[in-house]
Every structure is written in C-alpha cells, then in structure tokens.
Nanobody, 116 residues
Framework: QVQLVESGGGLVQPGGSLRLSCAAS????????MSWYRQAPGKERELVAG????????NYADSVKGRFTISRDNLKNTMYLQMNSLKPEDTAVFYC?????????WGQGTQVTVSS
C-alpha cells in the first residue's frame, strides 16, 4: 500500500517561512521522481518544484524561484519543501507527488495559508 503523507502546513504571516514534509511508504522511494504541487481556490493545480530520484536535479516554478527549496532524504523516505519569504499568493493546498514513467501517486495535501 503506497502512502504519501504531507505535513508542516499552517498559517504564517507574509515574509515568514514554513517547511513541508512528505513521508513516503510502500514504494522504492529512491526510484521515484518527487515533486510538490499546489492548488489555490478557483485555480488549477500547478507544479511548484520537482527533484530527481537521486536529488541531483531540481526545477522550480518561476513564481517560487529563489524563495523555495526542494530536497529529499532517501534514507528517511522523505521529501521536503523549505518555503521562505512567503506571500499571500502562495496560499494553497500543497500536494506531494511521486512518479515513474508508468505510475503516479499523490498525497492528500496540506493547507498553507499566508495571511495579511
């Protein structure tokens, strides 16, 4: 049974920071490309950041470059998203995704609210 469980969301003021975690189980974590998506009310789900299976390559949405950092610890089967300089427009449900060429898994999401 594959499970992806996000944690670390919450309420933060503009300019603040949060660190999200995605704990994976039931899969060979080190074989999966991992990524974070977010979906704001009334908006489509969008890719925030991605990381290769070994952590050597990362990519970011233009809107978060320089503010967010994606990382992973394959020994802990966990992916992270460090979010700094948060803006109200970052408010969304953040989702963890694990993917290979033939299979995709999603977490249930964690709410991030940046208030002003």
């Amino acid at each position: 049974q594959v499970q992806l469980v996000e944690s670390g969301g919450g309420l933060v003021q503009p300019g603040g920071s949060l660190r999200l975690s995605c704990a994976a189980s039931g899969l060979r974590f080190s074989r999966y490309e991992m990524s974070w998506y977010r979906q704001a009310p009334g908006k489509e789900r969008e890719l925030v950041a991605g990381i290769s299976s070994d952590g050597g390559r990362t990519n970011y949405a233009d809107s978060v470059k320089g503010r967010f950092t994606i990382s992973r610890d394959n020994l802990k089967n966990t992916m992270y998203l460090q979010m700094n300089s948060l803006k109200p427009e970052d408010t969304a449900v953040f989702y963890c995704k694990a993917a290979t060429i033939w299979q995709t898994y999603w977490g249930q999401g964690t709410q991030v609210t940046v208030s002003s």
